[in-house]
Nanobody
């Protein structure tokens, strides 16, 4: 069964940190690039960060550059998004997305709320 299961969201104060992660099963994770998207209430889903299948190339949205770090561990079949210096505008549901040339998979999403 193909699964991409996220965890690690939650409530944090402005300036705090969170590290959502996703665990993959049922497909060859090492051949898939990994992306994190987020969607805030009333807004379109936006790309936050991306990493190549091998983990050697990363890209970030300007709004999170220098605050967020995406990573991928093919041996453990996991990916994560280290989020530091969080701001209220980072509040959203965060989705993990894995894609190869022939297949794509979405996680169910994890809520991140930044509020005092």
């Amino acid at each position: 069964q193909v699964q991409l299961v996220e965890s690690g969201g939650g409530l944090v104060q402005p300036g705090g940190s969170l590290r959502p992660s996703c665990a993959a099963s049922g497909f060859p994770f090492s051949t898939h690039a990994l992306k994190w998207y987020r969607q805030a209430p009333g807004k379109e889903r936006e790309l936050v960060a991306a990493i190549s299948s091998s983990g050697g190339i990363t890209n970030y949205a300007d709004s999170v550059k220098s605050r967020f770090t995406i990573s991928k561990d093919n041996s453990k079949r996991t990916g994560s998004l280290q989020m530091n210096t969080l701001k209220p505008e980072d509040t959203a549901v965060y989705y993990c997305y894995a894609r190869s040339a022939i297949a794509e998979y979405w996680g169910q999403g994890t809520q991140v709320t930044v509020s005092s």
